[in-house]
């Protein structure tokens, strides 16, 4: 009998709270090469990997770069993890407030508010999961990268201020590293 891999079980649970939910190749959508290409425009050049580095949900469907295919099983598990917590923000918000949280308040670049707000609530999702299946070591090096995407421009410098991003990175492994405690 095969064993049902964790990204696979995830991925089934995904489906069944989300019925419509699939994944789609980046590069075979057009709708994703112009947000691309708008993005290159907008941000001057600084996000220049959206269709070959980024993985993006929009409209209940989770578009993936070629890397996808070269994931192990633990990296897409984390991903999906972080992804289902953007398909229950887009259920419990709706598309067009989803859509005017994250490209809105307070500016579309530079102080994105709204955005810098829906991905903590995501990344707090990749950091329990990155504990979860590599250890609480592996969570705590996401540090710098995690800090690195808000302020640089893979999300438009949504939050230029890295030492809030690392006191809330810094009280989220807290957490996590209690929960892992009271589980022990």
Excluded at 42 to 52: D, E, K, N, P, W
Excluded at 142 to 150: A, F, K, N, P, T
Aim: hydrophobic share 45%.
């Amino acid at each position: 009998m095969k064993r049902v891999s964790r990204q696979e079980h995830l991925l089934a649970e995904i489906r069944v709270e989300f019925p419509d939910f699939e994944i789609v190749a980046k590069n075979e959508s057009s709708l994703q090469r112009a947000i691309a290409s708008a993005l290159y425009v907008f941000t001057l050049g600084g996000v220049r990997h959206y269709l070959t580095r980024y993985h993006t949900v929009l409209f209940g469907k989770l578009y993936v770069p070629d890397c996808w295919a070269q994931m192990d099983d633990d990296e897409r598990y984390i991903l999906l993890c972080h992804e289902r917590v953007h398909l229950r923000q887009r259920r419990r918000l709706g598309d067009p407030a989803m859509a005017f949280l994250y490209l809105v308040p307070f500016f579309p670049v530079f102080l994105a508010w709204g955005r810098a707000r829906i991905e903590w609530e995501a990344y707090v999702e990749t950091i329990r999961a990155t504990a979860r299946v590599r250890g609480l070591e592996q969570a705590r090096r996401l540090e710098d990268e995690i800090v690195r995407r808000y302020v640089g421009p893979d999300y438009g410098w949504m939050w230029p201020f890295p030492r809030t991003v690392r006191r809330w990175f810094h009280s989220v492994l807290a957490e996590v590293e209690a929960e892992a405690r009271a589980n022990d």
